[in-house]
């Protein structure tokens, strides 16, 4: 068995690389086994006037994210679920159907994810400009 020390800036290599690397965001919710996470302070500053805001679904005992439309994945779904597997999809069902198809892991409901990103987004948006003022 191999053993390796971690430092505390060391990426766990479980972790996808940058957008999906989910330590680069904070924890805001759960649903079920998803966490839900955002970008906040310097991270916040930077994507919010540039149309990127988004949050991410991490699955963390699958290693699977999903973040949801933005600039940054031109306005759809992306999900990254290993390094061979990288979708785009116009809407969550293609998400969900894919998640459950492909992985056998369901992902949030249509509507829990509905109201988290119309809620958690139209938030980041509020916080930036309270920063702003
Ligand atoms: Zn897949």
Known sequence: MKTRILGP?????RHPAAPHDPTERSLVLELGPWEVRTFAGRFLAYFAPRGLLHIQYWHAEKGIS???PSRLTRARYEVRATDQCTMHFANWEGVQTHLEACHGVVAPTELEAFHTESVLVSRLGESVGGLAS
């Open 9 to 13: 800036n060391h990426q766990d290599e």
């Open 66 to 68: 999903v973040l949801s």
